[in-house]
């Protein structure tokens, strides 16, 4: 009763102490680099740019113990990307799944479909993004914030949780949002594209003489999709021929607000998904567009950040989130609800401390109290109730990680965290030798083992056609990778690296043989090994590029099967060139994909995805346009089916087109 009493004053209390501190000025936490646009550096000067999200403090990205991509707003602009899983795609050794419902991010060969990317951690400005009911990560229109408000993305590939616990399995995505200067006072804009697809933004962001920044923004988005949807496994008249109508729309709005003041920093978000599903998943009745998915995220933060003359650092962050799901499906004309509600709140705190010049010390606590986790399924008529579970649990980490200066051009970077949730603890290292032999070339040794406990869904659902397991244990990893980056001139760096991951007690969903349930279960050991390449090229005249390669070979660890939905070849290739000098761009995007495995062991066709943007900037004072178009040849191409879905694969989008315009008063 004690939690559930603190839980209701909870939001009142942030609010409280947001507005109490923001009449006080502060320190200002330093950050040298991240207001800098990474788009206007020479290659040289990227040496110096810093990344957050690998140890969680700002360091150079040649220090960092972790394979690092940094994407600025400029770079989201000039591509045309529309969702934070356009942004992953275009990155080397990560791909994406989309079953016409939810986005799912595949990393270094892993990418089983249907999973709700639970093995990548999402962060907002450092806060935690899966939900914890599912340890769901958005990345598609379902994930919560507008794109336009992102200043850069991290990506830190890797496991991390040596310093973020669960989740943090293959890789760590930090977004970093923009500053309220960074907006203009006054900033909107409005695009539409193909599937009757529009949107619009209203976004205000000011600096005031005293020091507050102020930035709050409001988004609504509304697609028909495609509205006669052909799928052929449906191809017949009892099931209108295969054609789905009107059965793939996507709706959703966002609400940001962020407040910062010396050291404080007052940060909401509140944003909703409504998703037809027309792919008749789980049995569900073709052609009936009551199928769809509602999905709300919001939290909110505060946070204090300083540094100390010494360069000590100290952070601490209140929060309190919240998630609900509710899925409708039909079955033979009756109405299902499922139901996902989850309620969390927290703090953690760090200290950064440099001892004598050779030593960094880290050390940190979390600690999170997940008041609700509950999921139910039930019809609607006759009210028929299958599941109805209640669950509340907490979870407590301390971690220490230290870069030590061994020599001038040798350094190791060790850290350390013991996680103690509920019913599970593990200790999870993280080791990083970091050498450069000379002035423009950096090796790093890196070793590490993450977890992911299973979460509340695969331990305790159960309805008509599964069944719950709550003995399931943590899935468990161990990495090995080395990584070569090399500043080939002044306008070429080139990054290498080869890696080995090996994956046991993986949480697999099948059909138990004596009952025919589903049911999740610990069970398989993965093995994936490969190596990747990529060279960017940053030019005078405005031109820059970069061209990549990624060969993985994931298969069972016990019988050498190769992965379902795994790709043995993934190469991009981007451009962006100057047409007018600073005033019109062109963005040029080229992906490949090699075949993937299907669940029913058939092959998807390998193709080629072309994407073009023309972006224009200051043609007209304060006004920016741009016109894209996607799939440009009009490449027919299928991704890999869950085991959710009747068909094996499930067709993508051919060309379409998008048209955004954005003002400034």
Sequence with gaps: MGNKSALKRFPELLIFIAVFFFLFNSPVFADNTAGADLTELSIEELMNVTVYGASKFEQKVTEAPSSVSIITSEEIKKYGYRTLSDILKSQRSFYITYDRNYSYVGVRGFGRSGDYNGRILILIDGHRINDNIYDQGFVGTEFPLDIDLIERVEIIRGPGSSLYGSNAFFAVINIITKKGKDAGWIETSGEAGSFKTYKGRLSLGHKFDSGMEMLLSGSVRDSKGDSRLFISEFDNPSTNNGIARDSDFDRNYSLFSKFSRGGFTFE??????????????????????????????????????HRFDDYSQIMGRLFYDIYDYEGTYVYSGILNKDIGKGVWWGGETMFVKPLRNDHKLTIGAEYQVNSKQDQKNYDKVPFTVYLDDKRESERMAVYLQDEFTILKNLMINAGLRHDNYYKFKSTNPRLAVIYNPFEKTTFKLICGTAFRIPNTYELYYEATNQKANPDLAPERINTYELVYEQFLSDNLRMTAGIFNYRIKDLIHQHADTEDGLLVFENHEEVETKGFETEIEGRWDNGMKGNLSYTYQNAKDAQTYEWLVNSPRHLAKFNLTVPLVKEKLFSGIEIQYMSRRKTLAGSRTDDFIITNLTIFGSTLVKNLEISGSAYNIFNKHYSDPAGDEHIQDVIEQDGRTFRLKITYVF
């Design 268 to 305: 909401g978000l509140y944003a909703s998904r409504t998703k037809g599903i027309p792919t008749a998943s789980f049995g569900t009745d073709f052609n009936d567009n009551r199928n769809r998915t509602f999905d709300k995220r919001g939290y909110v933060s505060l946070k204090y950040e």
